[in-house]
T-cell receptor
Framework: DSGVTQTPKHLITATGQRVTLRCSPR?????VYWYQQSLDQGLQFLIQ???????AKGNILERFSAQQFPDLHSELNLSSLELGDSALYFC???????????FGPGTRLTVL | DAKTTQPTSMDCAEGRAANLPCNHS???????VYWYRQIHSQGPQYIIH???NNETNEMASLIITEDRKSSTLILPHATLRDTAVYYC????????????FGAGTILRVKS
């Protein structure tokens, strides 16, 4: 158990819909990262937040957005969903002193 | 980030040492070598990292060549639960830098 929690574990929805994925980092970790893992693209970095502020952006679509709240939990919002958005979405957190990122168990999103 | 090259897959007998190679010939002087693994769609798990000296922890050992152009992750006594995809990543030791995952090596530990 990494100490990072993600909800829900599974999510099934239809094209065009909007969903919100939630992540709670390890206690004391200020930084949260979101990654997407699909069969054809592998693990890809989406976005990072540090103490409530966006720090870095990766291959994140404009239909996707994220935020980190004062209690440091983070949410990833996916809208106008397409079939190709079906993937595993992982959240990770880290402390300031090194790059060891702790990953949550992921949310499996299925868009039908 | 420097590019890494890993074999697509490897097999290892249970109880034997698993040696996973990684080539990173374009690594820069300030880039570290990190290893993560992912067991069957679970979240990736940090294993070990190093700069130029060999490193060992409770999970594995990391051997980095003197010219730093390649490294080997060693699982000393592989078990069936070590079957996973192993990712070698090189990047600077700077807080908040994203991880760039390649295809990794599928390690199959067989009884």
């Amino acid at each position: 158990d990494s100490g990072v929690t993600q909800t829900p574990k599974h999510l099934i929805t239809a094209t065009g819909q909007r969903v919100t994925l939630r992540c709670s980092p390890r206690s004391g970790d200020l930084s949260v990262y979101w990654y997407q893992q699909s069969l054809d693209q592998g693990l890809q970095f989406l976005i990072q937040y540090y103490n409530g502020e966006e720090r870095a952006k990766g291959n994140i679509l404009e239909r996707f957005s994220a935020q980190q709240f004062p209690d440091l939990h983070s949410e990833l919002n996916l809208s106008s969903l397409e079939l190709g958005d079906s993937a595993l979405y992982f959240c990770a957190s880290s402390v300031a002193s090194n790059n060891e990122q702790f990953f949550g168990p992921g949310t499996r999103l299925t868009v039908l | 980030d420097a590019k890494t090259t890993q074999p697509t897959s490897m097999d290892c007998a249970e109880g034997r040492a698993a040696n996973l190679p990684c080539n990173h010939s374009t690594i820069s002087g300030n880039e570290y070598v990190y290893w993560y693994r992912q067991i069957h769609s679970q979240g990736p798990q940090y294993i070990i990292h190093g700069l130029k000296n060999n490193e060992t922890n409770e999970m594995a050992s990391l051997i980095i060549t003197e010219d730093r152009k390649s490294s080997t992750l060693i699982l000393p006594h592989a078990t069936l639960r070590d079957t996973a995809v192993y990712y070698c990543i090189v990047r600077v030791e700077e807080y908040g830098i994203k991880l760039v995952f390649g295809a990794g090596t599928i390690l199959r530990v067989k009884s």
